[in-house]
């Protein structure tokens, strides 16, 4: 018997059940802070897949979306610490981030058509001030506003289904953890079986993807595949019938189809759709995302989170010496009121003329964040020149999203289909 084409599978040959929806079973992941917007998700979805929205400094996106005033109103609130280095007096309004949450998943479940569905992404680093309680006020303000699933992630997330145990919707809405080891899993396992409410899928995020990592230095030590297929093989023994979502460097239909054949049930993908019309990323920002090379790329300690985040070099957010914006923004603030990039600028000297000289180490996530300055991205960034055409201004043509995902469902053979030309070829210009 001859062996299997297997180039010739695509994911379409494969559907996610979840719950009473068969899904496309290609999920685009979160991307904070509005980089996954509500036009992203909502593609996702009308095309029969899952879309995420990020919850990622939600009362700034309200405000910038929805014609709110909460970043204002906290600012002045607190306009007494802003001079200062001390924060710990700076709070969220508990019920201001609740409506900003609500306000951003209502507006786009408002608009959700089509057999998919829509989740939100929930970081758990996102510690602001109080840890507990903002993520009760996300977490609830997302359940209230409709959302069909919410994914945990940056963080262990102990404690976090014991904050929304009593929220009606606690056990329909569906519900997963973003992993990056067996060990993860079982952490989080060991919670969720305390309250008899196990994960609806879990996302198995490995050393290559976007954001904020689940490695140490060590990141180059792990590859995806084998975390997965040790995950796979964890709950087969433990006979858990949990959907497993890898994510991280799945770069083409024939990488995702690889893992659906391995017993995935999805895949979380998200950097091909960074220079897509619909991703939130401002038109230059998505022209130095796709001119990226692999020598441009950094894994880097500069988030206050902690985290390695990676990154692109030419980030206009390194070596800034912005002012820190607590009072405005303080997602990254502990419930002691520190944050790494505080200690950071209080270290740093000031010039002659007493400016701030760039700090060293750390960065604003907040701020730049808010800007569009942190290019983080995942490995293959370099390879999205390969996914589309160059124009003869030397910029690079914007996919839509609807491309993207549909070259994810059905291409083959480790091809990557182009877009139709927005111009000529340059020969045939000339000729004409
Ligand atoms: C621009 C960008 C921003 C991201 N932001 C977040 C985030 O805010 N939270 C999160 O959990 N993951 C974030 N991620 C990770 C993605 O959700 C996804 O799991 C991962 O990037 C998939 O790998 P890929 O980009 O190689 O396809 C981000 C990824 C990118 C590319």
Not at 91 to 97: A, G, I, P, R
Not at 192 to 213: F, N, Q, T
Not at 294 to 316: C, M, Q
Request: proline fraction near 5%.
């Amino acid at each position: 018997m001859s062996a299997p084409d297997l180039s010739a599978d695509k994911v379409d040959n494969y559907r996610w059940q979840i719950g009473r929806l068969e899904l496309v079973p290609i999920v685009i992941g979160g991307m904070g802070v509005d980089i996954s917007t509500t036009e992203l998700a909502l593609t996702a979805c009308r095309l029969g897949g899952v879309g995420h929205i990020s919850d990622a400094m939600v009362q700034h996106v309200s405000d910038r979306k929805y014609d709110t005033h909460f970043t204002k109103a906290k600012s002045e609130k607190h306009r007494g610490t802003r001079d200062g280095i001390d924060k710990t007096t700076v709070k969220f309004d508990l019920e201001h981030l609740r409506q900003a949450q609500l306000n951003h998943v209502r507006h786009t479940m408002d608009r959700k058509q089509g057999p998919g569905a829509v989740f939100i992404n929930v970081m758990e680093k996102l510690t602001m001030g109080a840890p507990g309680d903002t993520l009760r006020a996300r977490l609830a303000g997302a359940m209230d506003g409709g959302i069909d699933g919410i994914t945990l992630s940056a963080g262990l997330h102990i404690g976090s289904l014991k904050l929304v145990e009593d929220h009606p919707r606690f056990r329909d809405v569906k519900i997963g953890p973003i992993v990056s080891s067996v060990r993860a899993l079982k952490i989080f396992l060991k919670g969720a079986a305390r309250l008899k409410r196990m994960p609806d899928y879990v996302i198995v995020e490995g050393p290559l993807a976007g954001g904020h990592l689940g490695f140490g230095d060590d990141w180059r030590d792990y590859d995806l595949r084998s975390i997965v297929a040790e995950i796979l093989a964890f709950l087969r023994e433990e006979k858990l019938d949990i959907p497993v979502l890898p994510a991280g460097g799945i770069f083409t239909g024939t990488d995702a189809a690889s893992y659906l054949r391995m017993g995935a049930a999805a895949v979380q993908v998200a950097t091909r759709f960074t220079i897509t019309e619909e991703c939130g990323l401002p038109a230059r920002v998505k022209q130095d995302y796709a001119r990226a090379r692999e020598e441009d790329l950094v894994v880097s300690g500069v988030s206050p989170t902690g985290y390695p985040i990676r990154l692109l070099s030419y980030s206009p957010c390194f070596e800034s010496n912005i002012k820190p914006q607590c009072e405005a923004f303080g997602y990254l603030l502990s419930r002691e009121g520190t944050c790494a990039y505080l200690d950071a600028y209080d270290a740093t000297p000031v010039d002659a003329k007493g400016h701030k000289l760039p700090v060293q180490g750390k960065v604003c996530l907040c701020y730049h964040f808010s800007k569009f300055n942190c290019y983080t991205c995942g490995h293959y960034v370099y390879r999205l020149k390969d996914t589309t055409h160059r124009l003869a201004d030397g910029r690079y043509q914007i996919l839509t999203a609807t491309h993207v995902f549909r070259d994810y469902q059905f291409s083959t053979g480790n091809q990557v289909a182009l877009p139709a030309p927005l111009e000529a070829p340059a020969a045939a210009t000339a000729d004409r």
